[in-house]
């Protein structure tokens, strides 16, 4: 292209400005070639005329097209000149807020001086395993591209972080260590990641100070190299340090400090183990106060001193190290507070013995008071001959004082280094590792001395590996895409170089002027200009004799040499430092150990200047014969930059480039001078003018297709070769040929032509747009006219029409007026004569009632003054009589008290008894025979009775037959004077029985009155309370309506509440399992990794039956209780060792916590369930009536009822000692056969037995007897509730006047004193049982009060110590105490075993017996029931139905585990019953329980456990492995709870379903296991589809064209470059998605998960799509556009239909995308005016502030035709958010996990209708 086509009007270029450096403006009119001027107009409408230089040929540089400015890549730039990368870097500054821009390989890090939110771990994990160009620039991006490299290359790696001081070089290089630390953290337990952290504190601690231009300036260099294993985790770390600034220690300018560690140990003096360090504030001391203020903004030296000191601890520094440490620094402030006092002569000194600060050093240091007071005013002159001492000059004891505080300082900060190395060294082999750079940049100076030289010499080394790696990269990418190159010429500063390190360079005369004795400064300098002046890098300032100017690459610098001799030498006096040596204390000595070569010393220069020197050298120095070729500070500092040099090459390195804005500190404040100075010295500018000699633009045949296909002509769009479509494109379009070249795989511009084929493609578009805009409005136009012509003949039409309506409507209205006044005013007439009527009858009404009620509330007055008297008067006898009779109940009771104690007490002395306790264990057989002798005599005595009661009977008899026959004789003689009389008797009987007829009917007329007088008025009543009662009905309704309306709100609330609790709650627990798993997964790496070790030589091995599932015997122990957690850790003890068990000490902690919380839930749930019973007994109470008169019935009930519990006590206690005497016939059975007695001893017994049976009957019938009084005395009293009280006066048995014979009342008696004495003695046994139990109660709580002593003397203890120390201890005392407390149970379980053993043993001889007997009477009687038995053989033979179980032996457990769980494949069972592993083992889990084998269903379900745990390890990325067993996992946990026999888990059960529950065993602890192991596998089969799923994310809702032709690319620079991209093509479109959707689904509905359980699992899988994406989005600065916020809602409303198509539109899955939908469409809004402000804020809920502001920060126009969001808009926003609320993290969390619920889904399955597929191979299982 010409000059003319380049500057043509409008055209925008640079024009250097003195303020602004660079300044913008626009061509007004075209400019010709030849003219001497350019007519230009600025951005603020100002209008210049511009000089051209014509013979050169320099025109101003071009301004790029808006579309490139803000590119990530500086050399994606179309024009690569000064301006164009300063103008970037600004914009991207300040509008966009990015602080990290790419140059090539380089990251220019600009120091924002604010905290920003984009290093959390969320960050980190957003830019782990991505490609360098593929997101926004970072300095985490550049730590990955280096790890990347690491592992695929296998070649160590460097990052090199430069800058001024203050532009960021520390936080730069902490986070790329906090990168590594993260992503390869170590693999085992050293936490040598958290070390390689901690150094940091430590080093900024003691290397680290204010400056004007930093709050936290590194005063040092350094190089940490972080060591990596085989599988790239951290193993370990190493650190160089270069050129401390020891000068800072003696001297700070103005608003400086000292090191940190002086200030931090002054904040923290006032502790008390700093006592005696004898400190106060940092004002009181020389060394600290010099630069005024000691204390920075913002910062806590104390708190910043226990983080130093918790990170010494963390890398093993001891305590007593510490305080060494601190005593030494402190040391160096008193050195700095000792007053030195002149002589009279001036040329010497002393200092005062009394000297407080002086003394304070020397006994920090442990040296010795006068030797020190003596050596730091003298000096020792050594000659051939003899020694001299000599006095120093004030000066000169001020600067040795000086030398020695800065020497002191450097040998501890070399011996810190020394150990902080110790602690990150490793003893495994480094297989690579990864260095950080941590160095000065290029530093210039009003007065630049030895340091700047230092520096600047080495930046120009680092300068020059930075240009030939770049031109090596170069040079790389061409020769990899076959383009033809020529050689770039760059700047080589090798010249420089060798002026300063050559022979007789720079370097090399100063060490010989140092060497000189009388060497002085000037001299040197005038070597320099005899010997350089020839050199083009070195020149002679004209005004000075003592300087030098050196040409280095960024800029020259002039060098002022005074104090570069002494610097050089760095020199201390050799009898201070003997002193040193001497200290009694080990750490001080050993410090200057090494300090022995040292050079006379020489007066040190004055005023403080400052020196540096090599700290730590790189390799191991070796000593000089004598002091004069002791090394100086130079040659260290030469040879440790070569050593770093060498490293550094060995790597391939990484650049990072501090940039600072502003000199003020001001956050985004951004001055050009400043920038473009330090651009210039870093090197940024020099890879722009590389890159910018070759082809800086290069473009992928895609996208260069997909940018301009607009210019390709229609014929060439049918080649099908996009290759070739591209270079006829360009044939055309660019006619010069060195303009471009065409590589394998890219295109490859010159500077400038894209901005050209820019030009073109918005020329091409703004033609297709005024054609498309000419149409547009011609057709509206049209459009208008005809809408307007039909819209005039619609009005007229229209209002014709209203005007007719009108006139029929007054018509209408007319007439209708007419009528309306006739019926009013007839209204109103009528409404008139009404009104006076009904007020008329209202009056009547009201007046009639009034007299009414008069009358009726007189009435009413009177009868409630009757019953209230009736009422008091009833009350007042009622309260007499209880009283009398609560008096005499009181005495009755003390009465029969008193005599109960002395029968209690007569009782209690005969129970002490021997011969009673004998009797009643023993005595059973003398109890036997009485009772038959006692039935004897009294059948002797019946009978005796009986002859008597004939006699008397017969006697009887005769005399009433003989009374008959005198009464006949009496009333013969009678008879006729009877007659009279009785009639007489008659007659008077008639007449009184009709006088009660007669008063009779007059009481029942008077009785029937008053009945209907009462009816009238109850029936009155009756009617008045209805109303009252519907007054009250409407009250309560309203009330409760109300009441209805708050309690409903107030339930919404609490339910909102609860389900959040209870959501947070199940996401802890979830985690907690998350955790547990990934701890017992680390537990078996260790484990594994161990073994590999220990198989080496020189290691011993694991023992051989150790499985790889150790770790998984926690369950069993889980599922049992707590005695089986203690049982299985001593197991575990004894078995594989204390290590072992140690590793499940956290699983004891993990259950005893999970113990506690399960006892306070079932607190809670007990205090809740008795406030419910509360509640219902009130209920209760207040729907009873009160009825005060059955207390009487009901306690005779109660003690009825109790009396029946007695005896059925008596009942039970008799059954056992029938037990127990059955047992000792047994044994005694036994011990007759072992010694060959007779068996009439057995006989005997057995009769005995036989008459304990009797008895045992007769105590039945007395239960019986009683009980049927009990039952029939209770309708009775029923009976007797509902008459008068006074009717039934008194109470008597329903059997009191029946006549009882003596016989029965004799054995009544008999039986109820034995039930009596039996009775007196279970309430002596209960009463020694409960004082036993207040003993046993009394006891415990003293130990436990002892326990509780010692607890509070081990927590006062415990508070002593230091935090880990504590948490180590309460550790310690935990496993102690869990240990004893296991040791308990264990002999406990081994007592009950024992005891259990015996009773087996003693039950299987009693067995045997009863067999042979029964063997025996079976055969004795076997003739007589042969036909029986035959009948009975018959029914046993009888074949039973399948029930449902499935029986094995306990041999084959192992296989049936193995057939079923390890070895089972799910296409093995295609086309069977889904979930058929887990009902099977439930089959057979419900045998062991039918058989009450508790053993057996604790093997099995630990083995099925252990062995899906096993399985699932082993296929631990096999989804439809894993979705197989979480699927029988859950069915085996439905099955557990719907046939456990909780009525909550049966409501679906069917009758043959409740058949198969289970009888014995309550599985809910291994229904908890279960539960966890279905969270665990859960988690895995998530983790392993979001590792298929996750590298197609990106591709296919972001970078793939759904819409095809909708996108267009942006120009782009070093994005993907080819060391970090992979080869191959890894891009995935949205169907891909899709089909790996649909694979899961089908395959977990093939395998019968639940649907809840899949609605969950697509829910966290769409939200990973959701943050995967949100999260790349606002990372990436080249999809954030109109054209990928449509492509990202066209992809979301694809995936939605899937949902809807599968159903599972209800799961929640699309609430968890609506952040990636709000961005979607906020890249789609319009963004100018306030309201669009307003829109976004109210559209984005789900986006927080950071995340909106952040997107419209990255929102990319892709053509010239978008505008950008401006900056006013962005505030505008950020105003309007102010009021939320939101979280200051800026991306989501892609690893949270929601927690999952496994919801109760019976099966309706019954267990006998499953049968077993052949191809599992369990024949051995039976069916039961």
């Known amino acids: 292209m010409s000059v003319s086509e380049l500057y043509s009007q409008y055209t925008r270029v640079w024009i250097p400005d003195p303020d602004e450096v660079w300044r913008s403006a626009e061509l007004t009119k075209d400019y010709k070639e030849g003219e001497k001027s350019l007519q230009l107009k600025f951005e603020d409408e100002t209008i210049q005329e511009y000089p051209v230089d014509v013979q050169n040929g320099q025109l101003p540089f071009l301004r790029n097209p808006d579309i490139l400015v803000g590119e990530n890549d500086l050399t994606a730039l179309s024009y690569l000149h000064e301006p164009a990368v300063l103008h970037n870097l600004k914009v991207r500054f300040l509008e966009s807020n990015h602080i990290y821009t790419y140059c090539g390989i380089v990251l220019v890090a600009i120091n924002p001086y604010e905290q920003l939110p984009i290093y959390g771990q969320d960050v980190i994990y957003a830019y782990s395993g991505q490609n360098m160009g593929d997101m926004d620039p970072h300095i985490f991006a550049v730590a990955e591209e280096a790890y990347k490299q690491m592992a695929r290359d296998e070649k160590n790696q460097s990052i090199i972080v430069s800058g001024e001081s203050g532009a960021g070089k520390t936080v730069s290089a902490k986070y790329a260590m906090r990168y590594f630390a993260t992503v390869g953290g170590s693999a085992s337990e050293t936490n040598i990641e958290e070390k390689v952290l901690a150094s940091s504190p430590i080093m900024e601690a003691i290397g680290n100070a204010k400056t004007t231009r930093n709050d936290n300036s590194s005063r040092f260099g350094k190089y940490i190299q972080i060591g990596f294993d085989k599988r790239y985790h951290i193993i370990g770390a190493n650190m160089r340090t270069y050129l401390l600034e020891k000068s800072r220690v003696v001297f700070q300018a103005d608003d400086e400090r000292n090191y940190h560690i002086f200030y931090q140990l002054c904040a923290a003096a006032s502790l008390p183990e700093y006592k005696e360090l004898a400190l106060t504030c940092a004002e009181d001391f020389f060394y600290t106060s010099q630069g005024g203020d000691t204390f920075i903004e913002g910062i806590d030296d104390a708190e910043d001193f226990q983080k130093t000191r918790q990170a010494f601890t963390l890398l093993g520094v001891r305590e007593s190290h510490q305080i060494s440490i601190f005593k030494i620094i402190a040391s160096i402030l008193h050195l700095g507070n000792v007053e030195i006092l002149a002589e009279r002569d001036g040329d010497s000194c002393n200092i005062s013995p009394q000297d407080e600060h002086l003394s304070n050093f020397c006994r920090l240091l442990g040296v010795e008071h006068s030797q020190m007071e003596h050596w730091l005013c003298h000096r020792k002159l050594v000659t051939t001959s003899e020694t001299y001492v000599k006095t120093m000059s004030l000066q000169q004891v001020v600067n040795a004082r000086n030398a020695l505080a800065k020497h002191i300082y450097a040998q501890l900060f070399g011996w810190i280094v020394e150990h902080v190395n110790k602690a990150l060294h490793t003893s495994l082999k480094q297989h690579s590792f990864i260095g950080v750079l941590d160095i000065y940049g290029f530093e210039t100076f009003e007065v630049n001395s030895f340091e700047q030289f230092c520096i600047n010499y080495a930046n120009e080394k680092l300068q020059q590996q930075f240009n030939s790696h770049v031109f090596k990269l170069e040079q790389e990418e061409y020769m990899k895409e076959a383009i033809p190159w020529t050689l770039i010429d760059f700047y080589d500063n090798q010249p420089c170089i060798d002026l300063i390190e050559a022979k007789l360079g720079i370097l090399d005369l100063l060490d010989e002027e140092c060497k000189v004795p009388k060497g002085t400064d000037q001299n040197w300098a005038q070597k320099l200009y005899d010997r350089h002046s020839s050199s083009q890098h070195f020149q002679k300032p004209r005004m000075s004799n003592t300087s030098f100017i050196v040409v280095h690459f960024a800029d020259k610098v002039q060098y002022h040499s005074d104090g570069f001799l002494e610097k050089n030498r760095d020199t201390v006096y050799e009898e201070q430092i003997n002193i040193l040596k001497a200290s009694k204390f080990p750490l001080v000595a050993d410090l200057f150990q090494d300090d022995k070569d040292l050079a006379p010393a020489t007066t040190s220069s004055g005023k403080g200047s400052s020196s540096k020197i090599s700290v730590r050298s790189a390799r191991p120095t070796v000593k000089a014969p004598n002091k004069e ?31 600072k804005p502003n000199d003020e500190k001001l956050p985004f404040h951004f001055d050009p001078k400043r920038a473009v100075q330090q651009l210039r010295a870093c090197g940024v500018l020099e890879t722009i003018r590389i890159s910018a000699a070759g082809y800086p633009s290069r473009w992928a045949y895609h996208d260069f297709f997909n940018r301009y296909r607009v210019l390709v002509k229609k014929r060439e769009l049918a080649n099908t070769d996009k290759k070739a479509i591209c270079k006829s494109v360009l044939e055309n379009l660019i006619k010069d040929p060195d303009k471009f070249q065409f590589g394998r795989t890219k295109i490859f511009f010159r500077a400038g032509q894209v901005a050209y084929l820019e030009k073109l493609r918005a020329d091409k578009f703004r033609a297709a747009t005024i054609m498309i805009q000419k149409t547009v409005r011609g057709w ?170 004939t006699a008397i009977t017969s006697m009887h008899t005769v005399e009433v037959e003989k009374l008959r026959k005198e009464l006949a004789h009496y009333q013969q003689s009678q008879g006729g004077d009877a007659s009279p009389r009785l009639q007489e008797v008659v007659e008077s009987l008639q007449t009184e029985l009709q006088r009660a007829h007669s008063e009779r009917k007059v009481l029942e007329d008077a009785h029937t009155r008053e009945k209907d007088e009462l009816r009238k008025r109850v029936a009155d009543l009756e009617q008045e309370n209805a109303l009252l009662k519907d007054e009250k009905e409407q009250l309560n309704h309203q009330i409760l309506c109300q009441s209805r309306d708050e309690f409903a709100q107030n339930s919404v609330k609490e339910n909102l509440l609860m389900k959040k609790d209870l959501e947070e709650e ?8 998350k955790e547990y798993s990934r701890l017992e997964q680390r537990y078996d790496n260790l484990r594994d990794e161990m073994a590999i070790m220990k198989q080496t030589p020189g290691h011993r091995r694991n023992p051989s039956n150790q499985s790889s599932l150790e770790s998984d015997s926690n369950y069993p122990s889980i599922s049992t209780s707590e005695i089986g957690d203690a049982e299985d850790a001593l197991q575990q003890v004894e078995e594989i060792g204390m290590e072992k068990a140690a590793m499940d000490l956290t699983v004891f902690l993990k259950l005893q916590k999970r113990v506690r919380e399960l006892e306070q839930e079932r607190k809670k749930l007990q205090v809740q369930l008795e406030k419910r019973e509360q509640l219902d007994s009130q209920k209760a109470q207040v729907e009873q009536p ?85 039952v029939n005395a209770d309708p009775r009293r029923l009976a007797g509730r509902n008459t008068e009280p006074n009717i039934n006066a008194r109470m008597s048995w329903p059997n009191s006047e029946k006549h009882v014979d003596q016989e029965d009342a004799i054995e009544a008696y008999h039986g109820v004193c034995q039930t009596n004495r039996l009775l007196e003695a279970q309430l002596q046994a209960q009463s020694r049982e409960h004082e036993e139990a207040v003993e046993n109660l009394k006891a415990q709580v003293e130990a436990l009060k002892e326990e509780l002593d010692k607890q509070q003397q081990t927590f006062c203890q415990t508070l002593l110590l230091s935090p880990e120390a504590q948490v180590e201890f309460g550790v310690q005392q935990e496993i102690s105490r869990l240990t004893n407390e296991n040791l308990d149970l264990k002999e406990l379980v081994e007592k009950m075993e024992k005891n259990e053993r015996k009773l087996k043993k003693q039950l299987k001889i009693y067995m045997k017996k009863v067999q042979d007997l029964e063997a025996a009477q079976a055969l004795a009687q076997s003739e007589r029931r042969r036909h029986e038995l035959t009948r009975q053989v018959t029914v046993q033979r009888k074949e039973k139905d399948f029930q449902g179980m499935l029986e094995y032996h306990k041999e084959d457990e192992a296989l049936l585990v193995r057939n079923l769980v390890t070895d089972l494949k799910p296409q093995m069972l295609l086309g069977t019953v889904p979930c058929l592993p887990a009902y099977l083992l439930y089959m057979c889990i419900r045998h062991a329980d039918y058989v009450n084998d508790d053993l057996k269903v604790h093997s099995l379900l630990t083995s099925t456990i252990n062995g899906i745990k096993k399985v699932l390890k082993k296929h631990n990325d096999d989804f439809e492995m894993t979705s197989f067993w979480l699927s029988n996992t859950c069915r085996l946990l439905h099955c557990l709870k719907q046939y456990s026999g909780d009525e909550g888990f049966m409501t679906q059960n069917s009758m043959k379903q409740n058949e198969h529950c289970l009888k014995n065993f309550d599985l809910t602890e291994y229904r908890q296991v279960l539960s966890d192991l279905s969270i665990q596998i859960y988690q895995q089969l998530i983790k392993i589809a979001e590792g298929v799923l996750q590298p197609m994310i990106v591709s296919a809702m972001l970078e793939n064209e759904s819409i095809q032709g909708l996108s267009g690319v942006k120009p782009t620079g070093y994005r993907k470059r080819s060391s970090s991209m992979v080869d191959g093509d890894n891009s995935y479109c949205l169907e891909a998605i899709v089909r790996q959707m649909n694979s899961f689904h089908a395959v977990m509905c093939d395998q019968g998960l639940d649907p809840e359980i899949i609605q969950q699992v697509f829910k966290q899988l769409f939200y990973v799509i959701n943050a995967v994406t949100l999260n790349n989005l606002l990372l990436r600065k080249d999809v954030c556009s109109w054209s990928t916020g449509m492509q990202l809602r066209y992809n979301i409303s694809q995936l939605e239909e899937w949902l809807r198509g599968r159903n599972l539109h209800q799961s929640g899955a699309v609430q968890t995308m609506e952040p990636l939908i709000q961005a979607a469409q906020l890249l789609q809004l319009k963004k100018k005016t306030p309201e669009d402000a307003e829109a976004i804020c109210s559209l984005c809920t789900s986006l927080s502030t950071q995340q909106i502001v952040k997107i419209l920060n990255l929102y990319t126009p892709l053509n010239e035709f978008e505008e950008r969001v401006t900056v006013a808009f962005i505030r505008t926003i950020q105003a309007q958010l102010q009021e939320r609320n939101d979280p200051q993290q800026l991306l989501l969390d892609s690893k949270h996990m929601f927690p999952v619920l496994f919801p109760f889904n019976p099966s309706s399955l019954t267990m006998d209708s499953i049968h077993i597929p052949a191809c599992l191979n369990l024949e051995f299982l039976i069916e039961v």
């Not at 130079?634 to 480039?657: C, D, I, K, W």
């Not at 209408?812 to 009404?834: D, E, G, N």
Request: charged share 30%; hydrophobic share 35%.
């Open 1186 to 1270: 009160k009825n005060d008169l059955d207390l009487d019935q009901d306690a005779d009930l109660a003690y009825n009822s109790l009396k029946r519990q007695e005896l059925e006590s008596e009942n039970k206690k008799l059954k056992n000692d029938l037990n127990e005497l059955r047992k000792a016939i047994a044994d005694q059975a036994t011990q007759n056969n072992s010694t060959h007695s007779s068996p009439d001893s057995y006989s005997l017994l057995l009769n005995q037995l036989k008459l304990a049976n009797e008895e045992l009957e007769v105590r039945k019938e007395e239960v019986l007897i009683l009980r049927t009084q009990i």
């Open 1066 to 1073: 199940r996401s802890r627990y979830q985690n907690l399992v």
């Open 780 to 949: 509206l136009q049209k459009v208008k006219y005809r809408r307007l012509k039909k819209a005039t003949l619609t009005l007229q039409r229209y209002c014709r029409g209203h005007l007719a309506r009108r006139l029929a409507e007054h018509l209408r209205r007319t007439r209708a007026a007419v009528t309306l006044q006739k019926q009013y005013r007839m209204r109103r007439a009528r409404l008139a004569y009404q009104r006076v009527r009904r007020a008329t009858v209202v009056i009547q009404a009201f007046t009639q009632g009034m007299f009414v009620r008069r009358v009726y509330r007189q009435v009413l007055m009177e009868h409630k003054a009757t019953i209230i008297q009736k009422h008091l008067r009833a009350w007042m006898a009622r309260r007499h009589f209880r009283l009398q009779r609560d008096a005499a109940i009181v005495i009755q009771c003390a009465f029969r008290r008193l005599k109960a104690k002395q029968e209690l007490k007569a009782l209690k002395i005969e129970a002490r008894s021997a011969e009673h306790l004998k009797r009643l264990n023993v005595g059973m057989e003398n109890k036997v025979v009485q009772l038959q002798r006692k039935i004897d005599d009294q059948n002797k005595e019946l009978k005796t009775v009986s002859e008597q009661l």
């Open 629 to 659: 070729h002791k090394k100086t500070v130079g040659h260290q500092f030469r040879t440790s930059l070569h050593l770093l040099m060498e490293t550094l090459n060995a790597t391939t390195p990484h650049y990072v480039r501090c940039i």
